[in-house]
């Protein structure tokens, strides 16, 4: 068998990584010159980077060299300061190069026994998580891929500690001809939730909807008759409105009748990273589970949420898994806490950035982009357009005036390319939606947006 000698083989890699890091640099860079959205021109060329099946191998300098070439202009400047679409986040310097790094090491995080150092990241990580955002310091959890993930690793606890109490072993069992579990819902619940639900067997279309406020809040007073079977989803920061569900109530009826609460809180929970925001997340540290991003406010890359548990033993009891290869150390196994076996090393970024940040840049980096979301209300509102949340949080949704012309605003501010925003159907009204959520994003940025919506919203330009 050829074999290359050590030395070359780590001089060959560092060559290949320092070129990629220039590239990378440089791409970074420059996000701030061109349109948020790639041009046609760019995504058309994305064409060749397919053709058939390699036959032979490639130089990796090559490989990469066409990646950027034709790879970086298609990407979608969501690293930017200026993507106010869904709730994204961009990537804060420290957790890029942390991940770049973390790339290099290629560690299974799956198992201390193959990677220590994950192993730690992620028990210092989730400490700190606990910290910042202020649940339960005894409380357990583990790191996936996002919220969808979380919420449903939540729901799979809840479904575990519940069936346990009417011994049933669900794990074993599955839910066929298993004692009923309800399910209760705001109406203005997330997809990913009833997604959630889906997969765990609790189904989407059998829970219960409690009606909500011209916010998208859950009504308490509507709260349906809650058991020691019952599941109540809640909700910190509605995907459109960035309202939170009174959970000071909600827990409080859950408590006296022994229901579970799970938090969807996949921006919104970071609201108790800020001082002068942790009022909305007032009462819900009393849930049971936790689900939320990393990779939205807290700004690390794509492809990192949390799923948190009070007790984090009914997690572990509905993710553990046993085989006689499997080597269980004294201390916390990542993967006896998430569904995966085999995964990335998610906590080494969560790790740097919140030791970049520290306590008070967590704080600035949310409050923030509040103020900024305050900032383009406040302009646009100036300008006679109607601002249809209360914006409490990081989101903004505006009216242009009747559908069609929000609409024709919408595509013309996608089109201009001086940044980018979505739309959305808000109780039955055509909106555009502001989210503000990334690091990146500063006072210029939000000046220069500002004045490319009003120009496209006065015809001016788009
Ligand atoms: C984004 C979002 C989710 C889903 O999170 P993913 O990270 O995309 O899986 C769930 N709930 C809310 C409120 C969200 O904003």
């Known amino acids: 068998m050829p074999s290359l000698p050590t030395e070359s083989r780590g001089a060959s890699a560092t060559d290949l990584l320092n070129s990629t890091m220039e590239c990378a640099g440089s791409y970074l860079e420059r996000l701030d010159e061109r349109a948020v959205m790639p041009p046609p021109e760019a995504v058309d060329r994305l064409a060749e980077l397919g053709g058939p099946m390699p036959e032979g191998p490639t130089d990796p300098t090559a490989v990469l060299s066409v990646l950027d070439e034709i790879g970086s202009p298609a990407t979608v400047a969501t690293a930017g300061g200026r993507y106010f679409g869904f709730v994204v986040g961009g990537s804060l310097p420290a957790a890029t190069a942390a991940n770049m790094l973390a790339g290099a090491w290629d560690q299974n995080a799956g198992h201390v026994a193959l990677s220590p150092v994950a192993a730690a990241l992620e028990e210092i990580a989730l400490g ?7 649940l339960p310091p005894d409380a357990g959890g583990g790191f996936v891929t996002g919220a969808t993930m979380a919420n449903f690793s939540g729901l799979a606890a809840a479904r575990h500690a519940l069936l346990q109490r009417q011994r049933w072993d669900v794990e074993a069992q599955g839910l066929f001809g298993a004692p009923p579990v309800a399910v209760v819902v705001g109406d203005e619940v997330h997809a990913s939730v009833l997604k959630a639900l889906s997969l765990v067997g609790f189904g989407r279309d059998r829970v219960e909807r409690v009606p909500v406020d011209g916010q998208g809040r859950m009504r308490a007073e509507a709260l349906p008759e809650l058991s020691s079977s019952t599941v109540v989803c809640i909700q910190a920061g509605n ?224």
């Not at 929970?269 to 009022?279: E, I, K, N, S, V």
């Not at 009204?429 to 947006?449: C, F, G, H, P």
């Open 239 to 462: 995907v459109n409105t960035g309202a939170f569900d009174p959970a000071e109530e909600i827990c409080a009826a859950a408590r006296r009748a022994g229901a579970w609460v799970h938090v969807d809180g996949a921006f919104g929970l970071w609201a108790a990273a800020a001082p002068g925001r942790a009022h909305l997340v007032r009462g819900f540290e009393k849930a049971d589970s936790w689900a939320f991003d990393a990779h939205k406010w807290l700004n690390v890359p794509q492809d990192s949420g949390v799923i948190i548990c009070r007790n984090a033993e009914h997690l572990r009891a509905a993710m553990s898994a046993s085989a006689a290869y499997l080597i269980r150390g004294e201390g916390r196994e990542p993967n006896q806490y998430v569904p995966e076996m085999s995964r990335r090393a998610r906590g080494v970024e969560i790790w740097a950035a919140l030791r970049s940040l520290g306590r008070s840049g967590v704080a600035d980096l949310m409050e923030r982009t509040c103020q900024y979301a305050s900032h383009f209300a406040e302009g646009l509102r100036a300008a006679g357009y109607e601002i249809l949340n209360n914006v409490v949080l990081n989101q903004v949704l505006v009216s242009f005036g009747d559908e069609e012309t929000t609409r024709r605003v919408i595509a013309g501010v996608q089109a201009e390319g001086t940044c980018w925003a979505g739309g959305t159907v808000w109780q039955g009204r055509t909106a555009m939606r502001i989210s503000v959520s990334s690091w990146a994003t500063n006072e210029d940025d939000v000046e220069r947006s500002l004045a490319a919506i009003l120009r496209v919203a006065r015809g001016e330009a788009g």
């Open 128 to 134: 700190w998580l606990l910290d910042v955002l202020s």
